[in-house]
DNA sequence: TAGCTAAAGCAAAGTTCATTGCTTTTTGTG
DNA sequence: CACAAAAAGCAATGAACTTTGCTTTAGCTA
């Protein structure tokens, strides 16, 4: 049931389909229409919890290469990679115009910011200097999606830069 | 005609309407609706081409205070300030939602990166080191408005902060 | 199992949206 | 001024969405 719904989200948003409502989902679905309108309020609070449910679920495995440097350069092309495929970009917006209270509890960020803590934590065990979590969340992260939402380019190169520049603030 | 167009979507948007069509607007506006759906594809379209209209409108001027460093902090807290206004962030959620092709160039973005260009190109001049401009696209207003658009905290202290990292990549 | 409760289906009705052909008004130019 | 082209209004039509009351099914407990 809910997963039928959920898997028919994933495929009209993956398709691109133009129009995604409450009756085209339940009959991809193979549900009565009736029932997502009793369950959710509107067609973008469903979308935002297939997103969050999508975004979050990080079956990457965090770079490991011995140096902060290279991990930075492999995770943000892994990130660069992910979040340009069109169904992320779809999730993501879909979650940038869902309700403002929701996002703010932004499970996504979270989990990025988890991430590089732990890159960092592995780095300055080995006694590397690094530049802050926040300062990697700001300056490559931040862009980064920052992109995809606006539609601006993102490549591979645009990532390499966004690492080198951070590494650059290291004092 | 056309303004009163442009001011209904900004009440609409304004007041945080659920609903956005084109009937609606109409009526607001004292239009046939039917001029509408001739003249846009559809409501996004509207949207857009009134939030760019908002947006660009830069009654701001262009700090010149003899130094980069200052100038930035002025500029990106000038920025600040703007986009965190609730219908700026709405403007800028429906702009989110509407960039479904990747086709077309940001005018935001660019609007951004001519302010850029001029405050770095007289520094230069001041004989200044600085960042590139797109160095501080990426390092100062893509972090911006990414906080703005997920609804992360943006206050003067955070632009401060960003203004400060942009400046150490200065070699 | 019987019975209760919550969830899902069904069907009908109302509302809004979107499209289209045609008429009217405006606008700009010879 | 007059006329042609573009823009806006009007009205009718069909499609899609939303809501609602009621029925049916599924799940759970005594």
């Known amino acids: 049931m809910l997963t039928a719904i959920y898997t028919a989200v994933g495929e ?11 009756p085209v989902i339940a009959e991809r679905a193979g549900v009565n229409p009736t029932t997502l309108y009793r369950r959710w309020d509107d067609v973008n ?6 997103a969050v449910a999508a975004l979050t679920r990080d079956g990457e495995s965090l770079p490991d ?11 943000a092309d892994i990130i660069a990679r992910d ?14 115009s869902a309700r403002v ?3 703010s509890a932004c499970p996504v960020t979270e989990t990025r910011r988890e991430q590089a803590s732990k890159m960092v934590r592995r ?13 990697i969340l700001d300056h490559v992260i931040a862009p980064l ?3 995809v939402v606006f539609a601006l380019p993102v490549d591979h190169e645009y990532a390499r830069r966004l690492v080198h520049d951070v590494l650059t603030m290291v004092r």
Chains 1, 2 share one sequence.
Do not use: C, K, N
């Not at 009209?12 to 409450?22: K, M, P, T």
């Not at 290469?65 to 995770?75: I, P």
């Not at 779809?90 to 979650?95: D, F, I, Q, S």
């Open 12 to 22: 009209l948003v993956g398709e691109g389909a133009d129009r995604i409502s409450f």
């Open 123 to 135: 780095a300055r065990e080995r006694g590397e200097a690094t530049p802050t979590v926040p300062q």
């Open 65 to 75: 290469t011995g140096s902060l440097e290279h991990d930075l350069a492999q995770w």
């Open 45 to 50: 609070a469903l979308l935002e919890e297939v």
């Open 83 to 96: 979040i340009t495929r069109p169904e992320r970009v779809r999730y993501l917006r879909a979650m940038v």
């Open 145 to 147: 999606y920052y992109h």
């Open 101 to 103: 209270d929701i996002v």
